[in-house]
């Protein structure tokens, strides 16, 4: 048996690569063998003394890639002279999971030094942290680079809020070369993790017609017509901290927990989908793979772009 690579498979992989704006799944084979290893063990034990770090990890993987790109800038903090995306409006009291990300840098760090970059981190730990709540998993293409720079205002305008329409949610999604399908899809991460009374008190309290009236007022006990903006509810209260399908059955309850969720269930042209992923577990699961390595491929910073962070919280001095 010849061990030579077949030349077709090497072909392939070219053009998957090309395909991937030149991320490649075995950037780091040579450079840093155990980083994904790293990654791994790290997120299984974040997500095991907290399972809903598993959805702040994907989350924090979301509001790096729709601003500038994946490029770790929603890890830079805060500094006399520096204000980045940490204190804009979507994710201020909100993102978590940065610690995590901190803990993970410093692991990899001590076995390659200068050499795994933050946003390529958060890639691994997004896919490692679905798989850990019991979802798919993926290849993730690697080599993206760090960033110098953030942007509040770029955080602002471009992540999507909570009470946006189906359509403003279309341009959104679009806007970053992500069709109606992968934005449906990428909202399925809805089926883990929580969000805070600000977030869903007008739909609950008569802002909605499109709510399931049981659901509405199981919610009202935690989250009151004024103060407790902070307290949590499950964006899946069904299957809170399993990476399954249950987010597209409860929207076909109405009792989708967000206005921007139940938007894509609301007698418009996303329902089918919706009606697709919550029958059909293996079309959600594939359709939201997919997704996640597009959303992963937002303007990456490559080659000799950016930086490899040192401390994935500040840029390199
Ligand atoms: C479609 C547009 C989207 C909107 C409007 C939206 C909005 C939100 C809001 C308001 C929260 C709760 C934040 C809080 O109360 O602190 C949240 C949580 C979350 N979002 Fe989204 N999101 C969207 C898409 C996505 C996408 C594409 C992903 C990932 C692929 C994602 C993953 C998550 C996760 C996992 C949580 C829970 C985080 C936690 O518990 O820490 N979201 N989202």
Not at 192 to 207: D, E, H, M, P
Not at 290 to 298: E, F, P, S, Y
């Amino acid at each position: 048996m010849s061990s030579a690579p077949c030349p077709s498979l090497l072909v392939l992989v070219a053009m998957a690569s090309a395909a991937s704006g030149q991320l490649s799944p075995t950037f780091y084979l040579t450079s840093c063998p155990s980083a994904l290893f790293i990654i791994q063990t790290a997120v299984q034990a974040a997500v095991n003394s907290e399972p809903r770090m598993g959805a702040s990890l994907v989350r924090l993987h979301f509001h790096d890639c729709f601003v500038d790109g994946c490029d770790g800038s929603v890890l830079l903090a805060d500094t006399g002279s520096f204000v980045g995306e940490q204190g804009a409006a979507p994710n201020a009291g909100s993102i978590r999971g940065m610690n995590v990300i901190d803990n993970i840098k410093t692991q990899v760090e001590a076995a390659c030094t200068q050499t795994v970059s933050c946003a390529d981190i958060l890639a691994v730990a997004a896919r490692d942290s679905v798989v850990a709540l019991g979802g798919p998993s993926w290849t993730v293409p690697l080599g993206r680079r760090d960033s110098t720079t953030a942007s509040a205002a770029l955080a602002n305008s471009d992540l999507p809020g909570p009470g946006s329409s189906r359509s403003q949610l279309e341009a959104a999604f679009l806007k970053k070369n992500l069709n109606t399908v992968d934005m449906v899809a990428l909202s399925g991460a809805h089926t883990i993790g929580k969000a805070q009374c600000s977030n869903f008190r007008t739909r609950i309290y008569g802002g909605a017609t499109n709510i399931n009236t049981a659901f509405a007022t199981s919610l009202k006990a935690n989250c009151p017509q004024s103060g407790g903006n902070g307290n949590l509810a499950n964006l899946d209260t069904t299957t809170p901290n399993t990476f399954d399908n249950a987010y597209y059955t409860n929207l076909l309850s109405q009792k989708g927990l967000l206005h921007s969720d139940q938007v894509l269930f609301n007698n418009d042209t996303t329902d089918n989908t919706v009606r697709n992923f919550a029958s059909n577990a293996a079309a959600f699961s594939s359709a939201f793979t997919t997704a996640m390595i597009k959303m992963g491929n937002i303007a990456p910073l490559t080659g000799t772009q950016g930086q490899i962070r040192l401390s994935c919280s500040k840029v390199n001095s």
